[in-house]
């Protein structure tokens, strides 16, 4: 079956702007995740859905950053007037259910660059 | 929050054993080690995954010794292809016991395999 898809693949964005990148699960998964990744760095955890409750939003960088879960299925991760540091891999995944038994299935990431 | 160390590179030869290795002092009853490959320019892939004692699949073993304070995920035989980034991920246990809990990916070890 399909794997965890994101879109865009790549954003160039300048400063400023607000930016929204989507990401669609697992049918079925449903628990969600978003992370950022820096260039060269490990990942960091920003938010999680469990359905479209989002229970720990302590992840997040900033009040720029917001997420929300519509249908217990598709999630957008969006950022308010994008800072350059701001700039990284966003990755999505997604699990049978927010259980640390479940392994997650990851997406190929939204590139955000913010110029 | 259980925290993970591990080394941030080894290197090894085609055929060879790899052994690495990852520290998680404050693992707490709940939790379950998890660990993640990562290509470069892709999501990170799920492994494998344990408790305690070992785990072995068609990949990798874990090993986990009583105290659950480390894990070591054994490559064996390894190819260039295994040349990737290794995430160990100690993830909070069944949901319900600590909704503030994040999953923390470490910095990851990056693994370079030569011929």
């Known amino acids: 079956g399909a794997g965890v898809s994101q879109s865009p693949s790549n954003k160039v964005t300048e400063k400023g702007k607000d930016v929204e990148l989507r990401c669609d699960p697992i049918s079925g998964h449903t628990a969600l995740y978003w992370y950022r990744q820096s260039l060269g760095q490990g990942l960091e955890f920003l938010i999680y859905f469990q359905g479209n409750s989002a229970p720990d939003k302590s992840g997040l960088p900033s009040d720029r950053f917001s997420a929300e879960r519509t249908g217990g299925s598709v999630s957008t991760l969006t950022i308010q007037r994008t800072q350059q540091e701001d700039s990284a891999v966003y990755l999505c995944?997604?699990?049978?259910?927010?259980?640390?038994?479940?392994?997650?299935?990851f997406g190929p990431g939204t590139r955000l660059t913010v110029t | 929050l259980a925290k993970t160390t591990q080394p941030i590179s080894m290197d090894s030869y085609e055929g060879q054993e790899v052994n690495i290795t990852c520290s998680h002092n404050?693992?707490?009853?709940?939790?379950?080690i998890t660990w993640y490959q990562q290509f470069p320019s892709q999501g990170p892939r799920f492994i494998i995954q344990g408790y305690k004692t070992k785990v072995t699949n068609e990949v990798a073993s874990l090993f986990i010794p009583a105290d659950r304070k480390s894990s070591t995920l054994s490559l064996p035989r390894v190819s260039l292809s295994d040349t990737a980034v290794y995430y160990c991920?100690?993830?909070?246990?069944?949901?319900?016991?600590?909704?503030?809990?994040?999953?923390?990916f470490g910095s990851g070890t990056r693994l370079s395999i030569r011929p």
């Open positions: 995944a997604s699990s049978l259910a927010r259980l640390a038994s479940y392994e997650q299935y």
């Open positions: 991920l100690v993830g909070d246990g069944p949901g319900g016991y600590s909704s503030a809990s994040k999953i923390i």
């Open positions: 404050n693992i707490a009853t709940n939790d379950y």
